[in-house]
């Protein structure tokens, strides 16, 4: 399964790709310096799962993007 999108913030959006096979889930999340890989050997939870788990440690560590909300 792959799942992409935009994390937008108060400044800026950065795409984000989330991909999960029979192994586990990888998350993508591509700042604007840096890109940002986790990946998980669990295959329990879904992409966006993991995602909002590691959400409120993308916000902290990029004072940029506070104030996170989905957008399609």
């Known amino acids: 399964m ?3 999108g935009k994390i937008a913030g108060n400044k800026a959006s950065v795409p984000f790709t989330a991909r999960k096979d029979k192994k586990g889930v990888e998350i993508k999340v591509d700042f604007l310096d840096e890109e940002f890989t986790y990946s998980v050997d669990c295959p329990c ?4 799962e993991l995602l909002d788990l590691l959400l409120p440690s993308l916000r902290k560590s990029s004072a940029r993007f506070m104030g996170c909300s989905w957008r399609g």
């Open 45 to 48: 939870l879904e992409p966006l």
């Open 2 to 4: 792959l799942v992409r």
